[in-house]
Structure formats: structure tokens, C-alpha cells
């Protein structure tokens, strides 16, 4: 902590706050900023992501049970589907036409390959949709700690330079205390907003998800109903 001069007044602005800690309060505070400015990039990125994902939900259930063949839908599709719903379809009509044999008939365990098939691509849109979330979870647990730890060493420091000044009047403290604090204040701002994202963001992939399954749960009852009548 640099020693200010005699009678001058301090500045308390956050730049000449950083400009004055110490080198590894300098690195915490830059550690809980670029955690933050991550943490929101994930953030902004996921609601994008998960409102799209709710529109192909909708936009795919409603061509789904439209009424049109089963075939003709996968078909158009053209081996491109570009949404997760249209992925699991096909993940799901592909082992089923791999199960008819030549003569009309269907192999044993169709039904079988055919969940297991739909189960895995719901699996791989799943960790899509999560993919990041752990980043947001780490910053919330860990930032306030981080913060914490930063102004332990910042106090330590600002003692050091009571005891080497051998001056205690709060113009001396002061300014290193406030440096201290704002790596506490940097570890919550990372924290909170990534605590609660983390939260909303995991119960939505969770209900997204819900619905893939419902989804595929849909569409092995029709399957199993058409190998019944195989």
C-alpha cells in the first residue's frame, strides 16, 4: 500500500482504490472481474439459448401432431434436423427404420434400441444445455471467498503500514481499509448475480429437458403400437 502524502486528501474512486492495492490485491480484484465478465457472457448466452429451445419445443410438438406421416416428417428433414426436438425424432425414426427387416417385419428388441437411441440424444442435448452452468456455480461459491481473501490481505498490509508509519489517525487507515473492502464488494457482485442465474438457469434446462423426455415417452408409445401391429 503506497503512503499518502501529508494532508492530502485520498482518493476513494475505485481506480485510484485499485491503483494503490498491492500487487496480489490487484490480481484477486482482476481474478472477480474477469469471473463476473465471464459469468454474465454465460449468462446472456444460456437465456438466448434456452428461449430458442422453448420455441422448438412449441414450433416441433405442434408439426409433430399435425397429423402428418411420421415418414414424411423425418423425410423433410433430410438428415439435417436443426433443433433438439427434431433430433431426438430422428435419432429415434432412424433405429427404428434400421430395425425393419427386408420382409416387413421388425428385429427383436426394436423397442429397446429405439429408447436407448432416443435416451442418448436426450442426453447430448441435455449437456448442451448445461454446458457453462458449473462455471456459474464455481463463481458463486468460490468469488466471495476469493473477495474475502483479498481483504485479509489488503487489512494485513494496511496494518503493516500503521505499524511502519507509526501513525494511527483514520486519514492513515482509512484508505487501506477502503482497498481491502473492494475486493470483498468485487467477490459478492460476482457471486450474487451468478448464485441466482445458476438457480433459474439449471430449473429451466430441467424443465426443457422434461419435455424432451415427454417427448420421447410420445413418440416409443406410437412406435411400440406400430411394432404391435408388425
Given at each position: 500500500?503506497?503512503?499518502?502524502?501529508?494532508?492530502?486528501?485520498?482518493?476513494f474512486t475505485l481506480i485510484a482504490l485499485f491503483l494503490r492495492a498491492s500487487l496480489t490485491v490487484?490480481?484477486?480484484?482482476?481474478v472477480l472481474v474477469l469471473a463476473s465478465v465471464w459469468a454474465w457472457?454465460?449468462?446472456?448466452q444460456k437465456v438466448i439459448t434456452y428461449a430458442a429451445a422453448r420455441?422448438?419445443?412449441d414450433r416441433f410438438d405442434r408439426r409433430f401432431w399435425s397429423g402428418e406421416p411420421l415418414d414424411d416428417v423425418y423425410d423433410r428433414l433430410a438428415g439435417n434436423p436443426s433443433g433438439a426436438?427434431?433430433?431426438?425424432?430422428?435419432?429415434?425414426?432412424?433405429?427404428?427404420?434400421?430395425?425393419?427387416?427386408?420382409?416387413?417385419?421388425?428385429?427383436?428388441?426394436?423397442?429397446?434400441?429405439i429408447d436407448r437411441a432416443m435416451t442418448v440424444a436426450i442426453n447430448r442435448e441435455a449437456?448442451?444445455?448445461?454446458g457453462g452452468l458449473p462455471f456459474l456455480a464455481t463463481v458463486g461459491s468460490t468469488a466471495p471467498f476469493i473477495g474475502l481473501f483479498g481483504t485479509v490481505w489488503g487489512i494485513k498490509n494496511a496494518f503493516e503500514g500503521i505499524a511502519l508509519s507509526q501513525n494511527t489517525s483514520l486519514a492513515v487507515v482509512a484508505?487501506?481499509?477502503?482497498?481491502?473492502?473492494?475486493?470483498?464488494?468485487?467477490?459478492?457482485?460476482a457471486a450474487i448475480p451468478a448464485v441466482v442465474a445458476y438457480n433459474k438457469l439449471a430449473s429451466d434446462a430441467d424443465r426443457i429437458s422434461g419435455s424432451h423426455e415427454a417427448f420421447a415417452d410420445e413418440f416409443s408409445t406410437i412406435l411400440s403400437r406400430q411394432i404391435g401391429e408388425e
Open positions: 500500500m503506497e503512503n499518502l502524502a501529508a494532508g492530502s486528501p485520498a482518493d490487484k490480481l484477486v480484484m482482476v457472457a454465460i449468462i446472456i420455441r422448438d419445443v426436438s427434431e433430433r431426438i425424432f430422428s435419432a429415434g425414426m432412424l433405429e427404428w427404420r434400421r430395425s425393419q427387416t427386408d420382409d416387413g417385419g421388425i428385429i427383436p428388441a426394436a423397442q429397446a434400441r449437456d448442451r444445455l448445461t484508505p487501506g481499509i477502503a482497498e481491502a473492502l473492494v475486493a470483498t464488494a468485487l467477490g459478492l457482485l
